[in-house]
T-cell receptor, first 116, second 109 residues
Framework: GAVVSQHPSRVICKSGTSVKIECRSL??????MFWYRQFPKQSLMLMATSNEGSKATYEQGVEKDKFLINHASLTLSTLTVTSAHPEDSSFYIC????????????FGPGTRLTVT | GQNIDQPTEMTATEGAIVQINCTYQ??????LFWYQQHAGEAPTFLSY??LDGLEEKGRFSSFLSRSKGYSYLLLKELQMKDSASYLC??????????WGAGTKLIIKP
C-alpha cells in the first residue's frame, strides 16, 4: 500500500511556457503533500507543503507566483511551473503522508523537467 | 541551525558489511528516517527510528542515539543493487524532514 504516482514522468517544454505536474496518492488519503526539487548530486530541497483545502506553505526563497500548488482533494496535488526558464530544469518529486502514521512520507517517482 | 553530516561517498565490496554514519542537529526531534535513492529515481523508505537503539530489518539495520544526535545505517551482505545514495533525514519539531546531500555508496565486485 501507500503508493504515490506522478505524471508526467518526463517533460520537455519551451522557455516561457507553463507545465503542470500531478501527484496522486493511489490507495490512501493524503492529509499533507510535499513538493521537492532536486538538482544533480544535491540534496532534496523542500519547495512547499500543502494540506488539503488550504493554501500551500512555501519555503523561503521559493516564488509562490511561479510555482503554483493546488491541493484540491485528499488524493491529488498539482504543481504548475509558470513561465518556465532553463534554470527551472530539475527533478521534481512529490511526497504524501497521512495522519496517525509515523509521519513517513511516501514518494512519487518524480518528474524530470527540461526547459529549452 | 539545522544540520546533517554524512560522508559524501563510500565504497564497499559485494558481500561485505558497511556502516553509514549520520550526525544531526535539529530544532526539536521527532524521529529519524533513512531513505535509499538510486540515481534518477525518487527516495524509497528504509527505516524509521524514534527511540534509542537498533532496529533490524532484513539486511538493513538502523541505530539511533538521541542524546548524541547520531544514527547509522548498517547494510549486510552487500549486493550490487545496493549501489545508491543513502539519505539520513531527521524530523524536526514541526514534523518536517531535514535532508542532507546523502552518502553515495559504491559497491564493487
Amino acid at each position: 500500500g501507500a503508493v504515490v504516482s506522478q505524471h508526467p514522468s518526463r517533460v520537455i517544454c519551451k522557455s516561457g511556457t507553463s507545465v503542470k505536474i500531478e501527484c496522486r496518492s493511489l490507495d490512501f488519503q493524503a492529509t499533507t503533500m510535499f513538493w521537492y526539487r532536486q538538482f544533480p548530486k544535491q540534496s532534496l530541497m523542500l519547495m512547499a507543503t500543502s494540506n488539503e483545502g488550504s493554501k500551500a506553505t512555501y519555503e523561503q526563497g521559493v516564488e509562490k507566483d511561479k510555482f503554483l500548488i493546488n491541493h484540491a482533494s485528499l488524493t491529488l496535488s498539482t504543481l504548475t511551473v509558470t513561465s518556465a526558464h532553463p534554470e527551472d530544469s530539475s527533478f521534481y518529486i512529490c511526497s504524501a503522508r497521512f495522519s496517525g502514521d509515523s509521519y513517513e512520507q511516501y514518494f512519487g517517482p518524480g518528474t524530470r523537467l527540461t526547459v529549452t | 541551525g539545522q544540520n546533517i553530516d554524512q560522508p559524501t561517498e563510500m565504497t564497499a565490496t559485494e558481500g561485505a558489511i558497511v556502516q553509514i554514519n549520520c550526525t544531526y542537529q535539529t530544532s526539536g526531534f521527532n524521529g529519524l528516517f533513512w531513505y535509499q535513492q538510486h540515481a534518477g529515481e525518487a527516495p524509497t523508505f528504509l527505516s524509521y527510528n524514534v527511540l534509542d537503539g537498533l532496529e533490524e530489518k532484513g539486511r538493513f539495520s538502523s541505530f539511533l542515539s538521541r542524546s548524541k544526535g547520531y544514527s547509522y545505517l548498517l547494510l549486510k551482505e552487500l549486493q550490487m543493487k545496493d549501489s545508491a545514495s543513502y539519505l539520513c533525514a531527521p524530523m524536526d519539531s514541526n514534523y518536517q524532514l531535514i535532508w542532507g546531500a546523502g552518502t553515495k555508496l559504491i559497491i564493487k565486485p
